[in-house]
């Protein structure tokens, strides 16, 4: 566990060399958690992924037209054909629909690693942060 404070959020911007804050990308951002939290974000997002995957396998697997559906959420014709050609395989489908969705995967893992770290912290699970001198 490092020293970062579970009480403040992580900050999404970065100083560059010109000492200007610049915000960071998903990546960016799920890279700083995982700096900051350690094993605790990068279990919390596998974990997600897991899940996440397995729910698209069963939707696929049961019959979902999930082109129909990520059109009606948004999503541009376009970047489904790259992803989904006709004839693949249930999982590979299943993949793919998970990838469209990792920006959302991302997101909740950013947003959530540091509750999940404070309460654990506030129960006694993990041990309070270490004091910058």
Do not use: W
Request: charged fraction near 15%; glycine fraction near 6%; include cysteine.
């Amino acid at each position: 566990m490092n020293s970062h404070d579970a009480h403040e959020p992580p900050k999404h911007t970065a100083t560059d060399p010109n000492g200007e804050n610049k915000k960071l990308n998903k990546s960016q951002q799920l890279k700083q958690v995982f700096k900051e939290y350690g094993a605790v974000g990068v279990s919390f997002h596998v974990g997600i992924s897991l899940v996440s995957l397995g729910i698209f396998y069963l939707a696929v697997s049961s019959g979902v037209d999930m082109t129909a559906v990520l059109l009606k959420l948004g999503f541009s014709e376009s970047s489904l054909q790259s992803r989904m050609a006709a004839g693949t395989s249930t999982f590979v489908l299943a993949y793919a629909v998970h990838k469209l969705f990792a920006p959302v995967r991302i997101s909740i893992t950013v947003v959530s690693v540091p509750f999940v770290v404070r309460y654990c912290r506030k129960i006694g699970f993990f041990k309070p942060p270490a004091s910058n001198p």
